[in-house]
């Protein structure tokens, strides 16, 4: 045993940090950090069809859902508490210019109605962006093999207009061009859409992370890489001038992604802003701790809340998921012991 110093055992034994840590009832009077249903957005990916509850290899749980499979489980999920949810689509065709995206009868336009005629009070976010929708697969129009910055934003606010008047309560523009979240703040208000929120990919680094999400949402580039447009992950400082630039362009929300490799960003974002922050715990970071807790390597319940409650004590305002309806249950229930 290492013996401790005069400074350091000079309040001891008055001073016994445990005594708040002998029972759980102390433990829970005194945690400084509390999770709740209400902070969690659940992402759902929508298809067309009907019956259809698809499921997800690469992420053990989820599925592709037509949008009367998704009312069902959107009642699920809000008899738990959760309140949000996100919304990406699976076109039926795809083209250069990913068309079905702004379409009056895509995927995620008819999605969005068929909620709030179910429930108005359900928060709907919507993904805006072109990578589910293009033929090639990127987030933007293509111009000379590289993707045309000033030609997507008049896409994402073709977009961010159906959304909000299919009734999302908040876009979410997630393809990474500089200029967009102005972009689509003007074109909004000058549809009529004023109300309509905008949550700002802020801080959305080029990642191993998101391969699973990928193959769900049929999104990977047939050539090259996101490299150009999203951020080098080691660049914080290039984070903040990111999420400075949105706050000016008039962002209602930012968020950061992926999450646990990145809560430092959370942390700082949290103490230099005084918007929500919102971080996106995602599908490579679902499908890891799914395959640990699978193969027995792990206690997946206990290893959901620890990471969830990493996640709050950084900074984050909301989590956005797939483990929110697992989270849920388990702040309903508690873990098993």
């Known amino acids: 045993m290492v013996p401790m110093t005069s400074s350091s055992n000079a309040n001891f034994p008055n001073m016994r940090l445990r005594r708040f840590r002998k029972s759980a009832g102390l433990r829970e009077i005194f945690?400084?950090?509390?999770?709740?249903?209400?902070?969690?957005?659940?992402?759902?990916?929508?298809?067309?069809?009907?019956?259809?509850?698809?499921?997800i290899e690469p992420m053990p749980g989820q599925f592709q859902f037509s949008v009367d499979q998704l009312l069902l489980e959107i009642k699920e999920i809000t008899a738990l508490g959760i309140r949000s949810?996100?919304?990406?689509?699976?076109?039926?065709?795809?083209?250069?210019?990913?068309?079905?995206?702004?379409?009056?009868?895509?995927?995620?336009?008819?999605?969005?109605?068929?909620?709030?005629?179910?429930?108005?009070?359900?928060?709907?976010?919507?993904?805006?962006?072109?990578?589910?929708?293009?033929?090639?697969?990127?987030?933007?129009?293509?111009?000379?093999?590289?993707?045309?910055?000033?030609?997507?934003?008049?896409?994402?606010?073709?977009?961010?207009?159906?959304?909000?008047?299919?009734g999302a309560d908040i876009v979410a523009p997630s393809a990474m061009m500089d200029g967009q979240v102005g972009h689509i703040r003007k074109?909004?208000?000058?549809?009529?859409?004023?109300?309509?929120?905008?949550?700002?990919?802020?801080?959305?680094?080029?990642?191993?992370?998101?391969?699973?999400?990928?193959?769900?949402?049929?999104?990977?580039?047939?050539?090259?890489?996101?490299?150009?447009?999203?951020?080098?992950?080691?660049?914080?400082?290039e984070s903040m001038r990111e999420m400075e630039l949105d706050v000016a362009e008039g962002a209602d929300l930012l968020l950061v992604k992926p999450a646990l490799a990145y809560l430092d960003v959370i942390s700082n974002a949290k103490n230099s802003f005084n918007?929500?922050?919102?971080?996106?715990?995602?599908?490579?970071?679902?499908?890891?701790?799914?395959?640990?807790?699978a193969n027995g390597w792990i206690n997946e319940k206990s290893a959901i809340l620890e990471i969830m409650t990493s996640l709050k004590r950084a900074g984050s305002d909301l989590i956005i998921t797939y483990f929110a309806k697992d989270l849920a249950l388990i702040l309903k229930e508690g873990l098993d012991e």
């Open 31 to 55: 945690s400084e950090t509390r999770l709740s249903a209400s902070e969690l957005v659940m992402p759902f990916f929508v298809t067309h069809g009907k019956n259809i509850r698809k499921p």
């Open 85 to 166: 949810v996100l919304l990406f689509g699976l076109p039926k065709d795809k083209d250069q210019q990913g068309s079905e995206a702004f379409a009056s009868a895509g995927i995620i336009q008819q999605a969005v109605s068929a909620i709030k005629s179910h429930d108005t009070d359900i928060v709907v976010i919507t993904d805006v962006c072109l990578c589910e929708y293009t033929d090639h697969g990127h987030c933007g129009v293509l111009n000379d093999g590289g993707v045309d910055n000033d030609a997507t934003l008049d896409l994402l606010g073709k977009i961010a207009i159906s959304h909000a008047k299919s």
């Open 275 to 293: 918007l929500p922050i919102a971080s996106y715990n995602v599908s490579g970071e679902y499908a890891m701790l799914k395959a640990a807790g």
């Open 187 to 237: 074109a909004l208000d000058d549809a009529g859409h004023n109300q309509a929120g905008i949550m700002a990919y802020a801080a959305k680094a080029f990642s191993s992370f998101y391969g699973p999400f990928r193959e769900a949402a049929g999104s990977s580039p047939k050539q090259g890489d996101r490299r150009a447009y999203q951020m080098n992950g080691g660049n914080i400082r």
